[in-house]
């Protein structure tokens, strides 16, 4: 399809609890990102795949956060044991192989996840 | 390190005056930079692009890198434009990441 899809909108965990988020890009893109905002403030950038490989993972933060991009699969995104600070809304992103310039990517709605 | 600064948070006009939101950016290299738009409950869009030097319902921004910045302008605003803009720079292709600025709430007032 021509839109990122992420599932769910919502997300509600206690703390300490698993989260797992979903996000199938538009088909024929390369590559996926993930982003954190937390308060409508600034977006945090997670990790990138190219593919199913990772492409770039310097935002995560490794203890508890892992993202994966299978074949024929949408990709996803795990926080194991969640905690407050983590509540923020999670967006995916996708954007076509092209070699040179960044034709920017086009965005998913988020998962507003909320761990209380 | 690459960082984008937007230094109005929030911005107020009235319909039909003129319209700059402020982008600024630090980076070594020759970076690309985007405006997006998130309209209310909309997804995050992309607005501009530096290096298709177009204007988009009315809004153009022009690369500076004399003064590293990269403005959001339009002559005449509309109420339908108000939004949150964010200001976003790229190092590289399609595959790198953006960086992002705070974001800058623009209220078109009637």
């Known amino acids: 399809g021509e839109e990122v899809a992420q599932t769910p909108k919502h997300l509600v965990r206690g703390e300490g609890q698993k989260a797992k988020l979903y996000c199938a890009p538009i088909k024929g893109h390369s590559y996926v990102f993930w982003y954190q905002q937390v308060l409508k403030n600034e977006f945090k950038f997670l990790i990138s795949?190219?593919?199913?490989?990772?492409?770039?993972e310097t935002g995560m933060p490794k203890e508890r956060f892992s993202a994966k991009c299978l074949p024929n699969s949408p990709c996803s995104l795990e926080i194991q044991a969640t905690k407050l600070e983590d509540s923020a809304v999670y967006f995916c992103?996708?954007?076509?192989?092209?070699?040179?310039?960044?034709?920017?990517?086009?965005f998913g709605s988020g998962t507003r996840l909320t761990v209380v | 390190a690459q960082r984008v600064t937007q230094p109005e948070k929030l911005l107020s006009v009235f319909k039909g005056a003129p319209v700059e939101l402020k982008c600024n950016y630090s980076?070594?290299?020759?970076?690309?930079l985007f405006w997006y738009v998130q309209y209310s409950r909309q997804r995050l869009q992309l607005l501009l692009r530096?290096?298709s030097r177009e204007s988009i319902k009315g809004f153009t921004a022009d690369l500076n890198k004399g003064e590293t910045s990269f403005h959001l302008k339009k002559p005449f605003a509309q109420e339908e434009d108000s939004a949150m803009y964010y200001c976003?720079?790229?190092?590289?292709?399609?595959?790198?990441?953006?960086?992002f600025g705070k974001g800058t709430l623009l209220t078109v007032n009637p």
């Open positions: 530096h290096i």
């Open positions: 795949f190219q593919n199913e490989n990772v492409f770039d």
């Open positions: 980076y070594s290299g020759s970076p690309e």
């Open positions: 976003a720079l790229s190092s590289g292709g399609s595959n790198y990441k953006l960086t």
């Open positions: 992103a996708s954007s076509q192989s092209i070699q040179g310039s960044n034709y920017g990517y086009t």
